[in-house]
């Protein structure tokens, strides 16, 4: 289990806006399901947007105008027989709020509106779709999610990737065309968001430390690397001549079982042992100062991984984060792996 309160706070340090004074107040309010704290953030965020000014691009657009703009398409408009009717096809951009992003919220919100979350909450998004009048609706199935944002567009950045999460969470039913609240939470989109928390936890709370998802050199004999694949990691912090690998998991479990014994993931400990093992190799004089963590969130499983192995010369740990205790109890916990590898406090605001 994962309080919905921690899932906010989680959002807020992957999308420092959710920092701000206007949407302090979500993080005391109690939730009955993710839906509704998804529904709360849109409110909040889309209403600022719509005081800022609703993003616009260029859309192309084709028409039989009376009057000349843009292009004149003169095949087309001989097919349409406009000529005739002293018009012309005419090819133009028309600078307008039927953006792309701006497609994918309206979207959003229309299946929100017909999910289960409070009256109070769809009255609310229907007021600010009046502003979305001109925009077009868009089939969320097929929606390239890969954005590139630059200071035009960055106001979007968090709300298209809570549109992600709720379009992702939703499913259409079989019955009555109704909109049923699904599992937002699945592994998949919560692995990357446990990840990208801990991470920006990370920066924002010990600036000090050089955080990073880092890749990590294979040192080899020699010069043969093909075929070998790129080593990636979730996170790796740096403070002086200590670094430590951060290996994020969340899984619905967190140990494997063989005829009734319970083991790590035999494949993350060999992950991380590799990533630590190549790391300290670059390193040269400094091996021992590499180590390595796997840190699992909390499960509903009565086994909780919690140790610590000295494996040819560089330390391997492995912790389970609860994420169903108070927030200041994860915060207490990330801080103490901190000082403990790198015997440093926490400074950030």
């Known amino acids: 289990m994962i309080r919905i309160q921690n899932i906010y706070y989680m959002l807020a340090y992957a999308f420092q806006v959710l920092s701000g004074q206007g949407y302090k ?9 993710t839906g509704e704290l998804m529904a709360a953030i849109l409110i909040k965020g889309i209403g600022n947007q719509v005081k800022r000014g609703l993003g616009k691009e ?13 292009k004149i398409d ?67 199935h097929k929606v390239n999610w890969h954005f590139r944002y630059d200071r035009n567009n960055q106001t979007y ?44 936890y990370y920066r924002r709370e010990f600036p000090q430390l050089n955080a990073n998802p ?36 969340y899984y619905s479990r967190t140990t494997q079982q063989q005829y009734g014994a319970h083991t790590l993931h035999s494949g993350n400990l060999y992950q991380i042992f590799t990533y630590v093992k190549n790391k300290a190799a670059s390193m040269k004089d400094n091996q021992q100062n590499v180590s390595g ?8 499983e009565d086994i909780a991984p919690n140790q610590t192995y000295s494996m040819s010369g560089n330390r391997i740990g492995v912790e389970t984060l609860d994420l169903n205790q108070d927030f200041s109890g994860i915060k207490a916990h990330l801080d103490r792996i901190v000082m403990d590898y790198f015997e440093i406090e926490r400074t950030g605001m």
Request: charged share 30%.
């Open 25 to 33: 107040n979500l993080a005391t309010e109690d939730f009955e399901n």
């Open 58 to 70: 260029y859309i192309p657009r084709r028409e039989i105008l009376a009057s000349l703009r843009g």
């Open 74 to 140: 003169l095949t087309e408009s001989v097919k349409a027989q406009a000529i005739n009717r002293c018009k012309m096809v005419c090819s133009y951009d028309d600078f307008s709020v039927n953006s792309y992003m701006n497609r994918i919220i309206k979207s959003t919100v229309q299946m929100l509106l017909k999910s289960d979350i409070s009256k109070e909450r769809k009255k609310a998004l229907r007021k600010l779709m009046m502003f979305f009048g001109e925009v077009e609706p868009i089939d969320l």
């Open 157 to 200: 950045r968090m709300l298209i990737s809570i549109c992600y999460l709720v379009a992702k969470g939703l499913l259409q039913s079989q019955t009555a065309g109704k909109t049923k609240l699904m599992d937002f939470l699945d592994e998949q989109r919560m692995h990357r968001l446990y990840e990208k928390f801990i991470l920006e």
């Open 214 to 249: 880092s890749q990590i050199a294979w040192q080899l004999d020699d010069d043969v690397r093909d075929m070998l694949p790129t080593m990636q990691t979730d996170i790796m912090l740096e403070y002086g001549e200590k670094t430590l690998i951060i290996d994020a998991k």
């Open 293 to 300: 963590l796997l840190l699992y969130a909390g499960t509903d």
